[in-house]
């Protein structure tokens, strides 16, 4: 990546009025125009821009001005930034190492069987393919299908983790709850509940009062028993 001055237009200020630079040089190193520099230095335009100091951001040695001031015909030259900036990634299809390519058929009928709710355009995106290769697999008309084996696709490599969990959080994002589709039992009403704890005390003293009946049935069959012997030992006196 081209490395760029920052704020150009201020820097341009407070070289004029810093530094003994001729205009084309200051143009030169600020990307202007001669007549824009002469016009700031006139103070015909840019009268309201703060002038930036190129050497406390690092963008322009002490050195270097010497030798501009020095010769005129010196071209300035941007210092090299203490801090490499990453280049910001364009969109469009993950690329896949040559070695890897391999592996993106096993990834994508991992990702198929494990993760039904991610969408064609999701999985081409993490593991970099097409959605007709996705397609195959589904259906299974893969050439290589009797072969193909799921793996995970953050184990091979080609995404990560954190990518893999934000497009199942995509997928899932919107989607009804699992009980709510599935009809799962859920925790009954209270008034429900309430009911049945009444039918089961009802059922525990019918079951007592059965029992208390049995015992007093029993009772006087035993009595019966033992009234006729007594009789009988009377009369025998």
């Given at each position: 990546?081209?490395?760029?001055?920052?704020?150009?237009?201020?820097?341009?200020?407070?070289?004029?009025?810093?530094?003994?630079?001729?205009?084309d040089?200051?143009?030169?190193?600020?990307?202007?125009?001669?007549?824009?520099?002469?016009?700031?230095?006139?103070?015909?335009?840019?009268?309201?821009?703060?002038?930036?100091?190129?050497?406390?951001?690092?963008?322009?040695?002490?050195?270097?001005?010497?030798?501009?001031?020095?010769?005129?015909?010196?071209?300035?030259?941007?210092?090299?930034?203490?801090?490499?900036?990453?280049?910001?990634?364009?969109?469009?299809?993950?690329?896949?190492?040559?070695?890897?390519r391999?592996?993106?058929?096993?990834?994508?009928?991992?990702?198929?069987?494990?993760?039904?709710?991610?969408?064609?355009?999701?999985?081409?995106?993490?593991?970099?393919?097409?959605?007709?290769?996705?397609?195959?697999?589904?259906?299974?008309?893969?050439?290589?299908?009797?072969?193909?084996?799921?793996?995970?696709?953050?184990?091979?490599?080609?995404c990560t983790?954190?990518?893999?969990?934000?497009?199942?959080?995509?997928?899932?994002?919107?989607?009804?709850?699992?009980?709510?589709?599935?009809?799962?039992?859920?925790?009954?009403?209270?008034?429900?509940?309430?009911?049945?704890?009444?039918?089961?005390?009802?059922?525990?003293?019918?079951?007592?009062?059965?029992?208390?009946?049995?015992?007093?049935?029993?009772?006087?069959?035993?009595?019966?028993?033992?009234t006729p012997?007594?009789?009988?030992?009377?009369?025998?006196?």
């Amino acid at each position: 990546m081209a490395q760029q001055l920052l704020m150009p237009k201020a820097t341009a200020v407070w070289l004029v009025d810093n530094t003994a630079l001729s205009f084309d040089q200051i143009a030169q190193f600020c990307k202007m125009h001669p007549l824009e520099v002469k016009a700031i230095a006139d103070g015909e335009s840019h009268q309201g821009i703060k002038g930036l100091d190129p050497v406390q951001t690092g963008q322009l040695s002490r050195e270097e001005i010497a030798k501009g001031e020095a010769d005129t015909a010196h071209k300035l030259k941007l210092a090299e930034p203490k801090v490499r900036v990453p280049e910001t990634k364009r969109k469009g299809p993950r690329y896949t190492p040559v070695s890897k390519r391999q592996d993106r058929p096993n990834a994508i009928y991992w990702l198929v069987r494990n993760h039904a709710e991610l969408k064609d355009a999701q999985i081409s995106r993490l593991v970099g393919t097409t959605k007709s290769t996705i397609e195959q697999i589904r259906n299974r008309t893969h050439w290589n299908s009797a072969n193909l084996t799921p793996m995970d696709p953050v184990t091979l490599g080609l995404c990560t983790q954190i990518d893999l969990d934000m497009e199942i959080e995509k997928a899932n994002k919107g989607r009804p709850l699992p009980s709510a589709t599935t009809g799962e039992d859920t925790l009954a009403p209270t008034s429900e509940t309430e009911r049945l704890g009444t039918e089961v005390d009802r059922d525990e003293r019918d079951d007592e009062k059965e029992i208390d009946a049995d015992a007093v049935f029993a009772k006087l069959k035993s009595l019966k028993r033992d009234t006729p012997e007594d009789d009988d030992e009377d009369d025998r006196y």
